[in-house]
């Protein structure tokens, strides 16, 4: 008796890092799909469908769930035999593909208080192990290193927040930013994600004013500061002959782009 030999023709691509459902099509697979055997390299696909099983062109279309891998991209073999038939022999591979960051179409101009978002394809869900790489630059041809780390809040597949601590605006410069997402060994593209300001004070006019024990509310003026009041933190710093330098948080009345109120604390 002859047996028709299964063929494979193509194969649609999955993520590396999650793995996730394929589509095979082919020929003479058949209408079982318990009388089939799967492979992606060295993974055995689960949960295999028969999509189409066409009787007069034996042409077929199958689909079932891959486990990512934990390397880098790559491609890997794919077959499909049923029982009591030779494997195939193809040259067909199942792409297994990275993450991808797109570049902005715009480039916001943000200061440290705003989130920063950045679109893509395949980044998981997995906050725990995903980090921004960003960059400003030192001049016009050097970037280096940002100090704080943007922390990632939310992510999504295809979307990354990601926030400054409070407070930490003095780690930042004026200029252009730039991002690349960073999972395990794998890092992406960077492009140019943001247009930093970093908030700036103006220098009081004199005479300084004067405060007392009844007096502590204080207004300081400047720009790029924002109105967002929960990432905002003014620090007064105290030069006092009898007790040296002393720090006082100063807890946020109100606060606009250009000025901020605040009411004196105790020391910290």
Known sequence: MYVHRVSVHSCSSVSFYTGGKITISGRWFGSSADDLVVRGGNQTCSDITILKDDPLTHDSTLSCKIGGVTDDAR??????????????????????????????????????????????VDFGSDIDHTTLVLRQFDNDTTYSPVSPVCKVTSMTDEEIVC????????????????????????????????????????????PLPMLSAQTKTITVHGYNFGADKSRLRVTLVSENTLVGQQHFACSIDTASDTSISCVIDQPV
Do not use: C
């Not at 943001?194 to 004199?206: G, L």
């Open 75 to 120: 491609w890997e073999h794919v077959s499909v035999s049923r029982l009591g038939t030779p494997n195939t022999d193809s040259n067909l591979f199942l792409q297994y593909f990275q993450l991808t960051m797109y570049e902005p179409e715009t480039v916001p101009t943000i200061d440290a208080t705003t989130p920063i978002t950045i679109k893509g």
């Open 163 to 206: 926030s400054f601590p409070s407070g930490s605006a003095s780690g930042l410069v004026n200029g252009d930013l730039s991002a690349a997402v960073k999972r395990g060994g794998f890092v992406s593209d960077q492009f140019l994600v943001a247009s930093i300001v970093s908030p700036v004070i103006n220098k009081p006019s004199d």
